[in-house]
């Protein structure tokens, strides 16, 4: 069905093979499970029109970088204009002090630095940290994703930590600088840390790369304890938890992290991204930095803060990421997640559904799972491509990593109606083809 769909899709997939590697500009998209790429012709708001001509109901929003929907059209407005006032100087501007003012109202921490990605900004603030600290090691969890950063990419396998096999091309030991413990697990927290040698937790408030895991109740007040008591420091990675509430996921269950990162939806789907830090942190820093010797520090790059970037980041902050736009997505999120459940429960299909604000996520479990480990035994990429496949066949697009769902400002609820008919569909074919 889908190469009958899109005969214009597989000429271009065709074409961008003689010089794209894997055919696409990003190995990852073609991790959708479909047998030819899918091409894009335009996005606008919740939908995405292909090259042959289908306009798709879009609940994978470039996997939150499209969050707030493609195009807004402050964001527009605000990149037409900068367009004919420079892209790039390495100079300060007018945008950057107003989006630093916002982020530091919004998310409670006074002291802003941007980055292109949330990658480089993870990387950026366990550097700083580092620096500032004068301790090396770095404490994730199990599962755990926070962009390409090298550190994080440890599992615990049979309870022992090791060096994702997936990783290619790392030649230094990860394992030597990088601690590696289960979600949720607080004994294991207090273990991990009384060594004195970790200079920061680097996580998600929930983990969302793995399926979601939430915090058991009360779980990140006695972590955040923990840490300080053995003088570490909490970064959060609020990329994906943002979908919670306009100030993040620490700001709707009040938790205080001496750090925070926020990447893909900052800036509307323009590539930026920030990191906070404390006042204390910042201190900290500024003194490492005082004390090194001359010469580059390797914190940054030549197009961190470029103007398009701070001009996207302002329309965003100010007229996009608004408490009224969540005030539209969450409720919308879930009444998505009751109908998911709806279609489980009427295919008595022992499945569970997580909510976290505007995402939600089915998982192929009873009960959600308790940490990355669970949450990883429960994946089947050959199901999940089943089902992407079927929803993109009836013009419903979903996450293809997993699967996951996000609500923007501009879904509407036939859109989501459109989804859970798409669903149940797919689901009936194949519950019938497995019986």
């Known amino acids: 069905m889908y190469a009958a769909r899109n005969p214009r899709s597989a000429a271009l997939a065709a074409q961008a093979d003689a010089h794209l590697l894997f055919g696409v500009p990003l190995h990852w998209m073609r991790d959708w499970g479909t047998p030819f790429p899918l091409q894009v012709a335009h996005a606008s708001g919740a939908h995405v029109v292909d090259e042959d001509g289908h306009t798709l109901v879009d609940f994978c929003l470039g996997d939150t970088g499209a969050m707030f929907g493609h195009s807004p059209l402050p964001v527009q407005l605000a990149l037409q204009q900068q367009a004919t006032r420079g892209f790039t100087t390495m100079l300060s501007t007018e945008d950057a002090s107003v989006v630093a003012k916002a982020l530091s109202e919004r998310f409670r921490l006074p002291y802003w630095q941007f980055a292109l990605s949330a990658t480089d900004a993870n990387r950026y603030i366990v550097r700083w940290i580092r620096a500032a600290t004068g301790r090396k090691k770095l404490l994730v969890f199990n599962g755990c994703y926070h962009g390409t950063i090298e550190d994080v990419f440890v599992d615990l396998v049979d309870g022992q930590a090791v060096q994702r096999d997936s990783l290619l091309g790392q030649v230094h030991n990860l394992l030597e600088h990088t601690v590696v413990i289960e979600f949720n697990d607080l004994p294991a927290l207090e273990a991990a840390l009384q060594a004195g040698d970790v200079a920061c937790v680097l996580a998600e408030p929930a983990m969302t790369n793995i399926g979601m895991v939430l915090p058991s109740p009360g779980y990140w007040l006695a972590a955040q304890a923990l840490i300080r008591q053995q003088g570490a420091l909490l970064v959060m990675d609020e990329t994906h938890t943002i979908s919670t509430g306009a100030g993040g996921y620490c700001q709707v269950h009040g938790l205080e992290p001496d750090a925070l990162v926020l990447g893909k939806p900052v800036g509307g789907g323009v590539p930026c991204a920030v990191y906070g830090m404390s006042a204390e942190l910042a201190r900290r820093a500024v003194h490492a930095k005082a004390d090194a010797p001359p010469g580059h520090s390797g914190i940054g790059t030549t197009l961190t803060g470029n103007m398009l970037s701070m001009a996207a980041m302002r329309a ?7 408490p009224a736009a969540y005030a ?40 959600p799972p308790h940490n990355g480990s669970e949450a990883g035994a429960r994946l089947d990429a050959e199901l999940e491509h089943l089902i992407h496949l079927g929803l993109l066949n009836r013009g419903v697009l979903i996450t293809p990593f997993h699967n996951m769902m996000l609500v923007c400002p501009q879904t509407t609820v036939a859109d989501v109606d459109r989804l859970l008919a798409a669903l149940a569909s797919v689901l009936d074919d194949v519950v019938l083809q497995t019986t």
């Not at 965003?316 to 608004?322: D, G, K, N």
């Not at 559904?353 to 009960?367: I, N």
């Open 316 to 322: 965003t902050l100010t007229e996009v990421m608004t």
């Open 328 to 367: 539209h997505m969450l409720p919308l999120a879930h009444q998505l997640a009751e109908g998911i459940r709806h279609i489980l429960a009427e295919r008595q299909l022992p499945w569970c559904v997580t909510e976290l604000g505007a995402r939600v996520e089915f998982q192929f479990c009873s009960a």
